[in-house]
């Protein structure tokens, strides 16, 4: 059974979150469940997802570095994600209202890449450490 998508497209949440994802060494982007989704990979695992639940659209879904997961459920914009968060996933809000927050975005990014750096291959990371 094929899930119906879950965004509209052209959406600027998915097209924000594919900017900050696929520029990373080897992301690919997938649908899953009717959400795109981002691997370090083609074979590689998901570290970033858009919407994490029906009634949350607007979030991203990440794995967060284990040091810096106890600071971030201090957020109020993060909240423990249906499914992904029984193994450490965290999810985080996004306001659209203030899409040219450049704050946000900068943020966004950052736990993107962490994310992406808690699944990636050595031989992607440093590819990443390279052009950092």
Known sequence: MEHPLLFEPGDELVARVRARSLHLPEAVEILTHGRPAFKAGEKGR??????????????????PDPAEDPALRQDARVFIPKYWGASGWLGIDIDRAWPDDADQWTEIGELIETSYRQVALRRQLAVLDAVM
Do not use: N, Q
């Open 46 to 63: 998901v570290f970033a997802l858009v919407g994490a639940m029906m009634d949350r659209s607007d979030s991203v879904v990440f794995k």
